[in-house]
């Protein structure tokens, strides 16, 4: 086994807390400019997935604990994903989820299974999977806005309001809740809903 402070998992660890951090941040930002465009459940959408980058960063931070008190320089490139485009911001989104996917994190894992960080590396493994899953959402999301579907459906869907829980069912939402009088930039495919039940 490597010893952690000369280790290059240690790097990778401060390297992954600052990605995560970083993209808790744009997420947030990127839901305040859902917001300006009456796009809520996008906000929430983001502000979903940035609550969980936070919990992803905590993880990698943890791991960091027996160099407390210590400065780690590490060096890494992040995204700059400025735009008033919501479309943008959710395709760069699903770009910058499945970088850390499919590349970032499982090479992360492999190094640290090599120096026998074992924890470490399962880290890495499942969190890559998550990112898999935000990368996704984040896609499928911005084609059907893309595509000017995500309120209105081909067939019968179920939409929730995500302010006060009324379903509606029908092929299109409506342009304003029927119970809180919110616009339907609430309403949100039942099966994107993160609580169904």
Known sequence: MV???????KDNL???FAGESQARNRYTFAAGIAVKQKQHMIADVFLFTANQEKEHAEIFYNHLQQLSGE???IDGGYPIDISEDVISLLKSA?????EEYQDVYQ???????????LKVAQDFKNIANIEKTHGDRFQEIATLLESNQLYVSNVTCH????????????????ERCPVCDHDQGYFIRIELAPYTK
């Open 71 to 73: 400065t780690i320089f």
């Open 14 to 16: 401060m390297r992954a």
């Open 3 to 9: 010893d952690f402070k000369t280790s290059q998992t």
């Open 94 to 98: 699903h770009h910058n989820e499945y």
């Open 159 to 174: 939409w929730m309001c995500l302010n006060c829980g009324f379903i509606y069912e029908g092929t299109a939402v409506p």
């Open 107 to 117: 090479n992360f894992s492999e190094i640290a299974k090599q120096e026998g960080f």
